[in-house]
């Protein structure tokens, strides 16, 4: 687990562990590629090819 130094926070890349799958009600499915803050925030790709940061509590768990 690789962990990079960003504006003093922790993130921690998981792109090459396998992505998470989560879904957003307006963004819809997505791969987590980073997580900050204790994962409290992610960095997310969706399925339109963006790539936003997003509070993990308005994301939910693929297929939960």
Excluded: N, Y
């Excluded at 504006?7 to 590629?33: I, M, N, Q, S, Y």
């Excluded at 993990?56 to 693929?62: E, I, L, P, T």
């Amino acid at each position: 687990e690789s962990c990079h130094r960003v504006a003093a926070e922790c993130a921690v890349d998981l792109a090459a562990d396998g992505a998470r799958k989560v879904t957003h009600p307006k963004f819809g499915d997505g791969e987590v590629l980073r997580e900050f803050e204790a994962g409290t925030k992610m960095e997310i790709r969706f399925a339109d090819g963006q790539v936003r940061t997003l509070l993990s509590r308005f994301v939910q768990d693929a297929g939960a």
